[in-house]
């Protein structure tokens, strides 16, 4: 298969509910090894993105390409099972299990053994150090043994995140992964998406232009399910269309920025 730059490429994308277009004729290409961001306002059409292109929707018209392939007619499980990988905006962990059992679980999901909880101890070993390892990427080894539901919800989406990179995602789709975070956590999770995005593409549906200004290396920007403007942080800033759609005049600058 010929090596293309783009890892996602969505084409014409069309979702319509009962005459109401959510997604009008959205072409979205997501360059391998960054971040790309999705932002828009409220009811722009972004989260209804992520459902067409995890395959919880289908699309109306147009097509999706993941890695060389048309997946406009996969389901959800190919599509994970290729490489495409999604967090939700609400954290989903076993709160009852250790932290290094929900990672553990997620392990075992990937290899068809989710639901095997009788195999020994000894078995699992290797399930066990791959685990480890993916807590200290995320920095939640001295946590491994807690319980998940006695963790702050900043270190909750940090190990929302380690789960999800134990599908071993070559694209990590993640839906506002700072949504409901003070100050210090959204920093945290903030380096924890960097850090981890090192050696695989991310494209993230978020609210906080803060965070998006520091990581993200290219932007789309939705409004009313078009894509209105695309480009580096500094170039979408900028761009009236944009501080219309936002603020509701060209002469404001976005929220939450630094530089605003």
């Known amino acids: 298969m010929p090596y293309n730059d783009y890892i996602l490429e969505t084409r014409q994308l069309v979702k319509e509910f009962r005459g109401f277009v959510a997604v009008d004729h959205v072409d979205l290409r997501v360059r391998r090894g960054q971040i790309h961001a999705l932002i828009g306002p409220n009811g ?18 147009g097509s999706i390409v993941f890695d060389g392939r048309d997946i406009t007619a996969s389901g959800p499980a190919a599509v994970a099972r290729q490489g ?8 989903a962990v076993f709160p009852q299990l250790s932290v290094l059992e929900n990672v553990r679980v997620a392990l075992q999901r990937k290899l068809g053994t989710t639901f095997r909880f009788w195999r020994s101890e000894r078995s699992l070993h290797g399930l066990h150090a791959r685990a480890m390892e993916l807590l200290a990427t995320v920095e939640l080894s001295p946590h491994a043994q807690r319980p998940a539901a006695e963790l702050p919800y ?3 989406r ?3 995140i380690a789960t999800t990179l134990a599908a071993d995602p070559a694209l990590l ?10 100050h210090e956590d959204i920093d945290h ?8 995005a090192a050696d695989r593409t991310v494209l993230m549906v978020e609210h906080n232009m803060g965070v998006v200004e520091r990581i993200a290396h290219t932007i789309s920007v ?3 399910g078009k894509v209105i403007a695309e480009g580096p942080y500094a170039q979408v800033s900028t761009d009236p269309q944009v501080l219309e759609a936002y603020m509701g005049t060209e002469h404001a600058a976005l929220p939450g920025t630094r530089h605003a």
């Open 158 to 160: 940090a190990l929302e």
């Open 44 to 61: 722009a059409g972004k989260t209804t993105v992520f459902n067409l292109l995890t395959k919880f929707l289908a699309p109306t018209g």
């Open 173 to 182: 789709l993640l839906d506002e992964p700072t949504q409901g975070m003070g």
């Open 154 to 156: 900043g270190r909750k």
């Open 84 to 91: 495409m990988v999604r967090s939700f905006q609400i954290s």
């Open 222 to 224: 939705l409004q009313r």
């Open 189 to 196: 999770v903030t380096a924890l998406i960097a850090k981890v």
